[in-house]
């Protein structure tokens, strides 16, 4: 039994928002960072998001700005300290933010607040910094479609993106379940595609790494796979990498100290993250927890 499966007990409630992801972040260590929580990008519920600044940020650190998944139906940015937490390790500030999800926010809704969140970060916390887009789940639909489909941020924000990093994201797919047909109702042809069909606008997309484990039996790996190859395509950089054994939770659950502390992580999952970051100049020296 790998170790992914022996942890999946605590894995499955770790992402959900109730108690048991409380009680993970409380067994987060909570220093290396400085929060500024409750911070508000935009007016209403879900306009709001943290910054974590990890023990020494300079005006040069890089930020990461993660976008959760919940099938576009579920999720809060607190939920997501143990994400933070891991991220900064690696020398990173890093921005959660929340943004609508249904039924009030269907499609575009979610892509404008994200997009929303990356302005209001130009203008104050990454004001000067690098920035790297990030998601797990539908947030790295959010993520990498704001970094690949100009109409979002537009040509010149876009081209100021340093990085964009999905994980397990369904970037291309025919809502089938009523609740993804009404999530995307407004969509054209009611089709959920993250990217661009054209390959003069993905073309501008920043250097790319995206993760998948081959045990994930909501979102195929598939996704993955056919984006990393229209990337590369395009001559933009890009870098995908799979891991045996791994689940759709116990991709972005792997980040979790408790885990990587104990060895049930399952994969390099936090590593190979640090690795791309460094191959960009985009991680400060810092050791992970």
């Known amino acids: 039994m790998s170790l992914t499966r022996r942890a999946l007990p605590f894995l499955a409630p770790l992402i959900s928002g109730c108690t048991p992801a409380r009680l993970a972040n409380a067994l987060t260590p909570s220093g290396g960072y400085r929060l500024e929580a409750g911070l508000t990008y935009q007016p209403g519920p879900r306009g709001g998001l943290d910054v ?11 930020l990461l700005v993660f976008f959760y998944g919940g099938g576009w139906r579920s999720g ?3 939920a997501y300290r143990f994400v933070a937490q891991a991220l900064t390790t690696l020398g990173c500030a890093v921005a959660v933010p929340d943004y609508r999800l249904m039924p009030e926010g269907p499609w575009p809704a979610f892509m404008e607040d994200g997009a929303a969140a990356v302005r209001w970060l ?8 690098p920035m790297v887009l990030m998601g797990h ?3 790295a639909f959010i993520a990498l479609g704001l970094a ?4 979002w941020l537009g040509d010149a924000a876009r081209s100021r993106l340093a990085a964009a990093i999905g994980l397990a994201g ?4 025919q809502p089938e379940a009523p609740e993804y047909l009404a999530t995307f109702a407004r969509a054209p042809g009611r089709h959920a595609r993250a990217t661009p069909l054209d390959a003069g606008e993905l073309a501008g997309s920043p250097p790319t790494l995206l993760m998948h484990g081959l045990a994930d039996d909501l979102v195929s790996p598939g996704q993955s796979r056919v984006l990393a190859a229209r990337l ?16 759709h939770i116990g991709l972005v659950a792997a980040l979790a100290a408790p885990l990587r502390q104990l060895g049930l992580a399952g994969a390099p999952v936090l590593a190979d993250i640090g690795a791309f970051l460094r191959d960009y100049g985009l991680r400060e020296p810092a050791r992970p927890a």
């Not at 590369?232 to 689940?247: D, F, H, K, M, T």
């Open 52 to 62: 974590y600044e990890p023990a020494g940020a300079s005006p040069a650190t890089p």
């Open 148 to 151: 690949t489909d100009p109409r």
């Open 76 to 78: 809060d940015r607190e």
């Open 232 to 247: 590369q395509s395009a001559g933009c950089p890009v870098r995908e990498i799979e891991y045996a054994g791994l689940g």
């Open 170 to 173: 369904p970037y291309d797919f």
């Open 137 to 139: 789940s539908a947030g």
């Open 122 to 129: 130009r203008q104050g916390p990454a004001a000067g910094r």
